[in-house]
């Protein structure tokens, strides 16, 4: 069952695109546009129809955080996404169409003062939305920045009620084989991530309900996913169905499949390779270009005492 398979991401420099499908640079915006094989999906074909959170959006801007960089244009976002529920591609999003995310409920439990299950609509009604920008860095070496729209998480722990002894908050995925492929194989499903408490209370912590002022695609993770931008992207679980409160550490997706390579912490370190690529530079998605990678996704004025005294800890993978 933990059997380590080679990752998409793996796959040396495919993402690399050909000049031959290099976008015009100014219709895009910023951050021009290199894509990767396969044709530019109609992504607002893939959006949500009949939403019913739709006229929340587009929410409110919150810039405490600037991202200092270009977002990255939906459509190049929108056909480069891992989600191995649905296949290896990057090229997932129609495959994911398949999930439906309506009704959906989130259960909470675990050391809580009341366990209950909420349903997506309710939850999104109980909190206000915002719009963050924010930097994602893939923990194979590219990069790219999304406007997202979502609640900060302490407010969904601040909604859950954890106990004095809860120290751990850990986020489970859907399971159903029938729709999601990869799920009848032999990966250590449900996909399942965690985070400590004093991360998951951090202002900069967001659950993610909407993209580029709209709904999120269903390949983004809807209705539910998290971000830490703070970390490598595979701690950013997609399609939440639920969050656990839990007094020992979560053991996570990429932990059980990958243990040498892939840990708990995940936070980015220029620094601290990969044990089979450098993590000093990445490609910033759309434009075929490498800049340094910064310690802590460069958020570590704000996370860096998260991790003090926690110093023999793998911190960086
Ligand atoms: N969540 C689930 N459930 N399944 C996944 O395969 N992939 C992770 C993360 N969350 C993944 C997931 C990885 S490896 C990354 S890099 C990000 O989602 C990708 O997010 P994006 O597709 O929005 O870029």
Known sequence: MHYFRRKGWE?????????????????????????????????????????????????????????????????????????????????????????????????????????????????????????RIYRHRCVEAWS?????????????????????????????????????????????????????????????????TGAYGKPMAKSFGAPLRLHTPWKYGFKHIKSIVRVSFTDKRPETFWEQSGPREYGFWANVNPAVPHPRWSQATEEILGTGERQKTVLFNGYGEWVADLYKGLEKEPLYM
């Open 11 to 131: 796959i040396a420099e495919r993402h690399v695109t050909p000049e031959s499908v290099f976008l015009n640079r100014r219709a895009l915006l910023a951050g021009g546009a290199a894509l990767g094989a396969g044709a530019i999906l109609p992504h607002a074909a893939f959006a949500q129809a009949a939403d019913p959170s739709a006229s929340l959006y587009p929410a409110k801007l919150n810039d405490t955080y600037p991202a200092g960089r270009d977002v990255t244009p939906e459509k190049i976002n929108a056909q480069y996404n891992n989600f191995y529920e649905f296949g290896l591609s990057k090229n997932i999003a129609k495959a994911a169409e398949a999930l439906k995310v309506r009704p959906w409920t989130i259960k909470v439990d675990g050391m809580v003062e009341k366990p209950r299950e909420i349903g997506i609509d309710d939850l999104i009604k109980s909190v206000t939305l915002e719009e």
């Open 144 to 208: 790219m920045v999304a406007p997202w729209t979502g609640f900060p998480l302490k407010s969904l722990v601040e909604m859950a009620k954890p106990l004095s002894g809860a120290k751990f908050v850990r986020f489970e995925t859907f399971m159903d084989p029938k729709v999601a492929p990869e799920q009848r194989g032999f990966w250590p499903w449900p996909y399942v991530e965690g985070l400590t408490m004093a991360e998951a209370t951090h202002d900069l912590a967001f659950m993610v």
